[in-house]
C-alpha cells in the first residue's frame, strides 16, 4: 500500500512538474515573439536621434521619425508612437473602439498576452482632451509598460530624464514633462477624463497629492495632460502604477 501511495505521489508530481514546465515555456514564447514583433517595427519604421551616443541632442530635440504611411498600411488603428529613451519604451500607439482588444493582441494582431500599447477607446485619436490614457501590460521582462516601475526604485530617474515623448503623424511632438507618479486601485479616478474647469483642478491636485515625489512641475487646468497606466504587483492585483505628463508641444 506503501508503495503504491508513494508511486501515487510521484505521478502526481512529475504532471505537476510537466504542467508548471509547459506554462512557462508558454510564457517565454510569447514574451520572445511579442519582442521579436516590435523590434522590427522600430529596426523597419522607426530612425532615432539622440539616443545611441553618436548624436549629442538636448531633450526637445530627441526625436523620432516614424514611417506612419506603412505603419498604417500594417495596422489602421495606429494614433501615435511613445517613446521614453531610459526605459527602452518605443512602440506605436494604437485605439479601437472598446479597451479589450488590445490587452491580448499586439499591433500585428497577433494574440500574444504582451498586447500593445493603446489609447482609451474613448479619448480623442489627436489627444486633445484634457487627459489622454495610455494603457500597457506590466511585463515580467521589463517590456512593453514593465520598466515605468524604475520611476520609483531607482533615485534620480525622473529628475535626470523628465520627459516622454508621443510623435504623431503629422509630425507635431508631444514633450510630456512628469509632474506626478504613484500606485493606486484599480477604481482610480486617474482613469477619468474630466471636462470641466473644476473637475480638472480636482484631478490635478490629487495627482498632486499622491506623486511618489515633489517634483516641482506647474500644472494648471488649461494644460493637457498624458497619463500613462499599468499593474503595480503580481498578475491579477488590484493595484496600478499611474504616470502622468504634461504635454509641451513642439513643432
Known sequence: MKKKISLVITLIAAVVFVTAGFKLYILLKA???????????????VDSVGTDGSDTVSATEISLDVDFGALSKINPDIKGWIYYPVLNISYPIVQTEDNEYYLTHTFYRNTNKSGAIYLDHANAPDFSDFNSLIYGHNMRDGSMFGSLKKLYQEEDLRKNNPYFY???????????????????????????????DEQKEAYINDALRKSVENTGVEVSKDDRIITLATCSGPAGTQYRFFVHGKINEIE
Open 31 to 45: 514574451y520572445k515573439d511579442a519582442a521579436a514583433e516590435y523590434s522590427k517595427l522600430n529596426s523597419d519604421y
Open 166 to 196: 508621443v510623435i504623431m503623424a503629422d509630425d507635431t511632438v508631444y514633450e510630456c514633462e512628469i509632474f506626478s507618479y504613484y500606485v493606486g486601485h484599480e477604481t482610480s479616478d486617474a482613469f477619468t477624463i474630466p471636462t470641466t
